[in-house]
């Protein structure tokens, strides 16, 4: 007689799989940090990556996430990951450039060509996920994965059509040297906000413009401050997933196949959804009275040529230009 008459026969043989690793898991409680809203895609994939820790450990492992901002922002939750007091995050690299400087490399204009080029930087070898898994050792950190969380565009109080639209204008940048330096050479007066502070900034218009994804924009609701939404792809946002290298180092070899196992199923997850979102997001975006204009990229891309050597000219420019190497040249 099944014992779980509501359980359907997949979840049950589901259950009989990991019952091995989960009895010999310790019992442990951690807590991950989130500056997005439940309904973002990298929130999404977060709440699945904890769902799957607790299953895979048969409830032993518990992940209490943190969304919208309660722990901070980014690169504050970043820095309570080294220190210990949060466990997990999904940190997007330009903010934990200020603590990883070769971070940096994912911010670099237009280095990804498309999705396909993106999913072969982070999953096609080890080569990229074993570089950066050393640099963040060495800081106190754990590299879990990265999360794709879609290409960014510039949101603000003018339509843009071309490169002579955002001259002169104020945009809010994340806190990355590379951000700063793209859209000065874009002519714009690059000014890094930390995200939480966004919204205010545009309705107060401290800024004409932020740069973000066009999910950031949807989901957080910026469409109730202003309208006009460019897409001009400039960057792919790489979202570093995080642990406390001393919370990693303290699970046994059963809780470390846990993680794992529930970042493949969370990686799995996120790589179809982002796609998905990608093909629907800008419709959702109209219908909530957003305007989307599509400048042509090539004037931006010319214009923003000597970042790449001026992030070359910094120590962590150098150590990392083997990366940046590593993703022009995938094919």
Do not use: C
Not at 221 to 234: E, S
Not at 303 to 323: I, S, W
């Amino acid at each position: 007689m099944n014992p779980f008459p509501r359980l359907a026969a997949s979840a049950l043989l589901a259950v009989a799989a990991n019952l091995p690793l989960a009895a010999s898991v310790q019992a442990q409680e951690f807590s991950l940090g989130n500056v997005n809203p439940p309904k973002h895609g990298t929130s999404q994939a977060a709440q699945r990556f904890a769902d799957r820790i607790a299953e895979l450990s048969g409830g032993k492992m518990k992940l209490v996430h943190h969304h919208s901002g309660s722990l901070g922002g980014e690169r504050e939750v970043a820095q309570q990951i080294q220190l210990g007091s949060v466990q997990f995050g999904p940190i997007t690299t330009a903010p934990l450039s200020t603590l990883i400087p070769e971070m940096s490399v994912f911010q670099l204009p237009y280095i990804f060509r498309d999705y396909d080029h993106v999913f072969k930087a982070l999953d096609g070898s080890d080569t990229l996920n074993g570089y950066y898994d050393k640099v963040l050792d060495a800081r106190g950190l754990k590299l879990i994965g990265f999360i794709a969380a879609g290409y960014r565009g510039i949101y603000g109080h003018f339509p843009i059509n071309g490169l002579a639209d955002v001259k002169g204008k104020k945009v809010r940048v994340q806190e990355d040297k590379i951000l700063v330096a793209t859209f000065k050479a874009l002519g714009m007066i690059s000014t890094p906000i930390a995200f939480p502070e966004v919204a205010t900034s545009l309705q107060t218009k401290v800024i004409d413009f932020a740069e973000g994804g066009i999910n950031t924009y949807y989901h957080n609701k910026f469409y109730d401050v202003v309208k006009n939404v460019a897409d001009v792809r400039h960057t792919h946002q790489a979202v570093a997933l995080i642990m406390a290298k001393a919370a990693y180092q303290k699970l046994d070899a059963a809780g470390r196949k846990v993680v794992a196992d529930a970042w493949g199923d969370a990686r799995k997850f996120n790589r179809e959804f982002i796609l998905d979102e990608d093909k629907s997001i800008q419709n959702l975006v109209r219908e909530k009275g957003g305007i989307i204009t599509k400048p042509d990229a090539a004037p931006f891309r010319a214009a923003t040529v000597e970042v790449y050597n001026e992030f070359y000219a910094t120590p962590a420019g150098r150590d990392a230009r083997k990366m940046v190497d590593y993703i022009l040249g995938i094919k």
